[in-house]
Antibody
Framework: QVHLQESGPGLVKPSQTLSLTCTVSGGSVSRGGYYWNWIRQFPGKGLEWIGYIFYSGSTHYDPSLKSRITISLDPSKDQFSLNLNSVTAADTAVYYC??????????WGQGTLVTVSS | SYELTQPPSVSVSPGQTATISCSGKELGDKYVCWFQQKPGQSPVMVIYQDTKRPSGIPVRFSGSNSGNTATLTISGTQAMDEADYYC?????????FGTGTKVTVL
């Protein structure tokens, strides 16, 4: 069974960079065929896909966020990370990491709330 | 960008059938997943590849997909099925979520 766990600061100041890490256990991020995703959910709202990194290192981001985000992979630690820069209060959300298995997001982390506030 | 539209809410009596629709252009040509999300919890996949149930998901959950509409059906709905439900598809190398439906079991 694959398990994903998000970690990172729960509070980020406006204009700074939000940095989160997802640690994967029960599976390797360098195993072929999987997409390692970040998804967020604004308070009381629906799910918003942010982007992914493929096991090979190639990335694909939501166009509306593309200029502000970087997703990277660390196979040595079975981790992948999200950096979202120039944050505002509008980026306050629960951030999830999830594994993409083809067209399906089959395993998710528990989510972590990130609040942007001074 | 690709859009998936769901009804905001569906109400169902215990033991009855709940039907949740998900509409998108030529959605029948794509694989659809469905997720259940309860308050304070992360989403759980209940259907993948239109009709398949992951291990551990009750048989009362079923899915279909044709034309422009995918459907999640909950047969014999139980109180524990009260949750938000999201459809999801894969379009041009991106994951797309539906707008979400709140299912209330009255």
């Amino acid at each position: 069974q694959v398990h994903l766990q998000e970690s990172g600061p729960g509070l980020v100041k406006p204009s700074q960079t939000l940095s989160l890490t997802c640690t994967v256990s029960g599976g390797s991020v360098s195993r072929g065929g999987y997409y390692w995703n970040w998804i967020r959910q604004f308070p009381g709202k629906g799910l918003e896909w942010i982007g992914y990194i493929f096991y090979s290192g190639s990335t694909h981001y939501d166009p509306s966020l593309k200029s502000r985000i970087t997703i990277s992979l660390d196979p040595s630690k079975d981790q992948f990370s999200l950096n979202l820069n120039s944050v505002t209060a509008a980026d306050t959300a629960v951030y999830y990491c999830a594994r993409g298995n083809g067209s399906a997001l089959d395993f998710w982390g528990q989510g972590t709330l990130v609040t942007v506030s001074s | 960008s690709y859009e998936l539209t769901q009804p905001p809410s569906v109400s169902v009596s215990p033991g009855q059938t709940a039907t949740i629709s998900c509409s998108g252009k030529e959605l029948g040509d794509k694989y659809v997943c469905w997720f259940q999300q309860k308050p304070g919890q992360s989403p759980v996949m209940v259907i993948y590849q239109d009709t398949k149930r992951p291990s551990g998901i009750p048989v009362r959950f079923s899915g279909s997909n044709s034309g422009n509409t995918a459907t999640l059906t909950i047969s014999g709905t139980q109180a524990m099925d009260e949750a938000d439900y999201y459809c999801q598809a894969w379009d041009r190398s991106a994951y797309v979520f539906g707008t979400g439906t709140k299912v209330t079991v009255l």
